[in-house]
């Protein structure tokens, strides 16, 4: 079972920034993909940004490319999103995932944290 620990949430105003980071298992980097989906009320879970299990590849939905930045700090075990121009469609609980498939592939299967809440408020 794979351990995955978001923080980092909080409320921020339209055009503002946040960064999220995720805590992880060892190892969860080189053996799974690894990403940041979110929620808001009444919607599926979405994609939002993920590293992908061969070769680190970065990808990013549509809705946040430009303005959402996915790193990782591999010897702290640590992912992190960097949320800039924060829109308040981006209202959500953002959940960091794993699984052992490419980022594409990524479902309710893997492993999941317990989600961190960021509301931006127009």
């Known amino acids: 079972q794979v351990y995955l620990k978001e923080s980092g949430g909080g409320l921020v105003q339209a055009g503002g920034s946040l960064r999220l980071s995720c805590v992880v298992s060892?190892?969860?980097?080189?053996?799974?993909?690894v990403g940041w989906f979110r929620q808001a009320p009444g919607k599926d879970r979405e994609f939002v940004a993920g590293?992908?299990?061969?070769?680190?590849?970065?990808s990013y939905a549509d809705s946040v490319k430009g303005r959402f930045i996915l790193s990782r700090d591999n010897a702290k075990n640590t992912m992190y999103l960097q949320m800039n121009s924060l829109k308040p469609e981006d209202t959500a609980v953002y959940y960091c995932?794993?699984?052992?498939?490419?980022?594409?592939?990524?479902?309710?299967?893997?492993?999941w944290g317990q989600g961190t809440q960021v509301t931006v408020s127009s």
């Open positions: 995932a794993a699984d052992p498939v490419e980022v594409a592939r990524m479902s309710v299967l893997g492993s």
């Open positions: 060892e190892r969860t980097f080189s053996d799974y993909s």
């Open positions: 590293f992908s299990w061969s070769g680190g590849r970065t």
